[in-house]
């Protein structure tokens, strides 16, 4: 099994690799660079969005609001950026020293990952702080709902699923199945939206609010009212992820036991006179969660970081997802390869841990066996 590991271990740092250049390289042929972004401010095109504090040629300007360079008439510099003809070209080379484009595109890629492997994430472009600090101040929101959606989901799937096997082709199942097929062809960000019309002071009901995950006076609460208030705000983001997420792991659990309960060993445990409940859960059981459970931290990492992204843009939610989102708007590049680095390797540390599980679950499975 450490033989295991460790292959497992080494295949990640080309695959992380792979990524990285391949989402670097991407970024390269996006228009609308943080030189860009700042070239826009200066010239009063900006449609709101990041404002920086840029040290410019001749006078240290503050761009957002402060002062408009002048002088030059852009020449060979400013025209491969748009919107740049009329500004100081020297200006221009400071915002591109300043970010980093004064250097060739693969220099920067490994100058880069140098410093991810020191654990150096960078500033942002646009928020004035470290790369790192933002996203663990994030964290606890996109935390809370990706762990609350996935142990709900987890929670009433299987037990549904098993429900379902039991009784395979019944109105029962007949009728579950056509309630969790329409909750998945509905998109939870619509799914979303239909809450806060219905019951989030929209047209209809003023339940639930509308805006974060705790109110103003959180602080000021007792214990028991903190409580009550963090979940007072977290019900409807909590339904609109989760509504979607029954259908894949019920029909699988469904899939799983329905598999199991037909194999030999099942009629033989009949046989001899155990119960149903006795057959379910103390045989079927274990074989036929083995896949399902062990793919538990891959659904917690997927939810997390992914699927929570558009929930936490439409209830305010200032997670992750909101925060990444920002980031992609703004081209703050900084905060968009730190996430993608540290994601991407936490979501293959979480691929590795979900392989374990299976010999945790079943002893039987021997992945050192397996060829190489």
Known sequence: MLAYIIRRLLLMIPTLLGIMVINFAIVQFAPGGPVEQIIAQVTGTAVGGATSRIAGSGGGETVGGGQQPQGGTGGNVTSKYRGAQGLDPEFIKSLEKQFGFDKPAHERFFLMMGNYLRLDFGDSYFRDRSVIDLIIDKMPVSIS??????LIVYLVSIP????????DGSRFDVWTSGFIVVGYAIPGFLFA??????FAGGSY?????LRGLTSENWDELSWPARIADYFWHITLPIISLIIGGFATLTMLTK???LDEINKLYVMTARAKGLTENQVLYGHVFRNAM???IAGFPSAFIGILFTGAMLTEIIFSLDGLGLLGFEAVINRDYPIIFGNLFIFTLLGLIMSLIGDLMYTVIDPRIDFEARAV
Do not use: E, Q, Y
């Not at 709902?145 to 996935?150: A, M, P, S, V």
């Not at 549904?160 to 009784?167: F, S």
């Not at 009901?205 to 609010?209: I, K, M, V």
């Open 290 to 292: 083995l896949i399902v």
């Open 160 to 167: 549904l699923g098993i429900r379902k096997a039991v009784r």
């Open 193 to 198: 939206v239909l809450l806060i019309v219905l």
């Open 145 to 150: 709902l990706g762990l609350w959606t996935t």
């Open 255 to 257: 899939n799983s036991f």
């Open 205 to 209: 009901l003023d339940w639930f609010p």
